[in-house]
């Protein structure tokens, strides 16, 4: 299996550009989850799908950022605007119904000047 | 609410000293435990896991023990290694919460020759 895929690995943008990210999860995994990654706040889980549905987005910083899930194997995460404290390394991960262990993609480094 | 409080970082070990990163939990109801590893610029990924009191969930030379009287899930490494340099996170996993898991704040480990 090729594990859960993203990209782009890293975006550069200027400020109030939109930004998309963009997540393929493992096959046959119910759960998708997009996490933030910042040294000052840490891992911060925004928001998380079962089955395509999302389930809790209470982790979503603003209106701003949206996240969708189409189908079973594809998921984005869109900023709209963007601004330079939305830069992080943002993960995409994905979990199989039968266990809670979650598997992380690469993530995505994204720059906002 | 649910919660996890993982000792400060960093820590700094010459190689093959003796490792313990402290972990504990809030104790809503009976979570199954995770350690995660992140290495330098890659994602998060499963060291190792417990899902019930007692179990003792081992990986590459670490354990950890799932200690319910102490609400706690230590882990040990007897020597490591400098390969063994990244950032480690505790994770449990609450009964409720699908795949939900609640990261702690991460405890970098640099070890030197």
């Known amino acids: 299996d090729a594990g859960v895929i993203q990209s782009p690995r890293h975006e550069v943008t200027e400020m109030g550009q939109e930004v998309t990210l963009r997540c393929k999860p493992i096959?046959?995994?119910?759960?998708l989850f997009w996490y933030r990654q910042t040294m000052m706040r840490g891992l911060e889980l925004l928001i998380y799908f079962n089955n395509n549905v999302p389930i809790d987005d209470s982790g979503m910083p603003e209106d701003r950022f949206s996240a969708k899930m189409p189908n079973a194997s594809f998921s984005t995460l869109k900023i709209q605007p963007s601004e330079p404290r939305d830069s992080a390394v943002y993960f995409c991960a994905s979990s199989p119904r039968w266990s809670n262990e979650q598997f992380f993609g690469p993530g995505t480094r994204l720059t906002v000047l | 609410g649910d919660s996890v409080t993982q000792m400060e970082g960093p820590v700094t070990l010459s190689e093959e000293a003796f490792l313990t990163i402290n972990c504990t939990y809030t104790a809503t109801g009976y979570p199954s435990l995770f350690w995660y590893v992140q290495y330098p610029g890659e994602g998060l990924q499963l060291l190792l896991k417990a899902t019930k009191a007692d179990d003792k969930g081992s990986n590459k030379g670490f354990e950890a023990t799932y200690r319910k009287e102490t609400t706690s899930f230590h882990l040990e490494k007897g020597s490591v290694q400098v390969s063994d340099s990244a950032v480690y996170f505790c994770a449990p996993s609450y009964t409720g919460t699908a795949s939900k898991l609640t990261f702690g704040t991460g405890t970098r480990l640099q070890v030197t020759l």
């Open positions: 096959s046959g995994h119910d759960y």
